[in-house]
């Protein structure tokens, strides 16, 4: 009788990377695969993917990458602060080729640990129900469904319907 066990593929180790100007351009190609496979990209998305530096890092923000030996940088994110202490998870994409992998995951951790460690007191996300897969490890790592988030964010782009706030393990 053939084997019935079902393939596991092991999750392959991760090296989070920190913001770097020669990362631009992968931050851009990152978010702009992801956002266009799934929706159109908006202004805000474009002023956000082309000006990293001055849209995220400047005013106090972060970007963090994912890199996986063999495949290089395939997942990016960002915490773009909104006020004192308070940061949104932004622009999280990991490329089609290395989805599956549980890099999504990996990354996202990574960046609560970073924004504890900035001294986030609010983090929150926008989002949209059609990302099931995505709210589902929101969800599982810590954030729950919010609706002053979304009413006080949500009109920043024309596809959020799911607003999330962050509010622990």
Known sequence: MPDQRLET???PEVEILA???DLAAAFHDINAQWIQTMFTLEPTDREVLENPR???MDPGGDILFARVAGLGVVGTCALQKTGP???ELTKMGVLDSARGLKIGETLLQA???RARDMGATSLYLLTNSRCAAAIHLYEK???AHDADIKAEFGCRYARCDVAMR???D
Do not use: L, M, S
Request: glycine share 10%; charged share 25%.
């Open 141 to 143: 790592n810590g954030f």
């Open 166 to 168: 962050y509010c622990g």
């Open 9 to 11: 593929v092991a999750r």
């Open 54 to 56: 001055a849209r995220i």
């Open 85 to 87: 202490d308070r940061y």
């Open 111 to 113: 960046a609560i640990t």
């Open 19 to 21: 913001f770097t100007d």
